[in-house]
């Protein structure tokens, strides 16, 4: 059989929740291995498109395939058993943590993924403790730990049984800078042999970890490709000023105001235009921030 290419294809997912909520609405992704950053604001639909990526939930209609495995395409929304042993998945909520150490804790889980065999499992275990640096900790109870602790335990379990897709939903939220670059580094050293689905909405994640991306709002995928060629995209397009407070919104009013932020501060506005707006403007090298608020704004240049 040819080779096949690892990557996820998702065609056409919607869902609508039985509120009427469009969670997703027509998502099509051709997402690579290595890192990939799903990017949006909250209740954009990056909760709903990972659980059903991971076979956790049913979308309306759409297909999810993937590829790279032996035996060609898997079609996701109907092998999820044999989606669930290529798997590892980390939730937003990762929430109930029993008062048992993280040995134990993982051991236990390293039993349900299937490592029956007690001196592999204790290899396996120790190896993954090791891996995500909570060697140390491995003693603690799991209700003592940090909440980059407690992210890098989530990762430990994710990976035990070494996934070819792994998917990671909102794991820097709350984390401190120290513990996010420890995080940062955790994700990089993945394989590359393997599709990395990281969430969040916070551009800076996507811009340290991730050589592909999409932006996605209100279910729609309003970019798709590497964040540099989207930053490239809106070159001699931003300008920026201060303003006064009051300012801020007759700013908006007269031309389109990408974001506001405050420097020290002081709101500075930073305007999509293709020359100066008005003369007090300067240029600015655009950013992936100004890439992500213009898309949600409406603004993106495609
Ligand atoms: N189980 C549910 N029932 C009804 N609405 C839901 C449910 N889960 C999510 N939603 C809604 O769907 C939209 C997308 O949510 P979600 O996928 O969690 O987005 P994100 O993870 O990007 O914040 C939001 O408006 C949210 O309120
Ligand atoms: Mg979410």
Not at 35 to 61: C, F, V, W
Not at 68 to 90: C, H, M, N, P, T
Not at 127 to 138: I, K, T, Y
Not at 156 to 166: E, I, S
Request: overall charge neutral.
């Amino acid at each position: 059989m040819a080779e096949q290419p690892i990557e996820l294809r998702i065609q056409n997912l919607t869902k609508t929740y039985k509120n009427g909520v469009k969670a997703l609405d027509g998502v099509s992704l051709v997402i690579p291995r290595g890192l990939y950053g799903l990017l949006g604001p909250n209740g954009a639909g990056k909760s709903t498109l990972m659980r059903t990526i991971a076979t956790l939930q049913e979308p309306d209609s759409g297909t999810i395939r993937f590829g790279g495995i032996d035996s060609g395409f898997l079609d996701v929304l109907a092998q999820k058993e044999e989606v669930r042993k290529l798997l590892g998945y980390l939730p937003q909520d990762f929430g109930v943590y029993p008062r048992v150490s993280a040995e134990e804790m993982l051991d236990h889980l390293a039993l349900l993924k299937g490592i029956t065999h007690g001196k592999e499992r204790r290899e396996v275990v120790h190896a993954m403790l090791h891996r995500v640096n909570l060697w140390d900790h491995r003693r603690k109870a799991l209700t003592g730990f940090s909440g980059g602790m407690r992210q890098r335990f989530g990762i430990a379990q994710a990976l035990l049984a070494d996934p070819r897709l792994l998917i990671v939903d909102e794991p820097t939220a709350g984390l401190d800078p120290g513990e996010r670059n420890r995080f940062y580094n955790l994700l990089a050293e993945i394989g590359e042999n393997v599709v990395v689905i990281l969430s969040t909405h916070i551009v800076q994640d996507v811009m340290e970890l991730c050589r592909n991306m999409a932006i996605i709002h209100q279910g729609r995928v309003l970019f798709a490709g590497a964040p540099d060629l989207a930053v490239a995209s809106l070159a001699g397009q931003v300008w920026a000023r201060s303003v006064a407070r009051d300012q801020v919104d007759e700013y908006k009013s007269r031309m389109a105001v990408i974001s506001h932020r405050l420097v020290a501060g002081q709101p500075r506005i930073h305007v999509l235009a293709s020359a100066a707006p008005e003369p007090d403007f300067t240029p600015v090298a655009p950013d992936l921030e100004d890439v992500f608020f213009a898309n949600i704004a409406g603004l993106g240049a495609k």
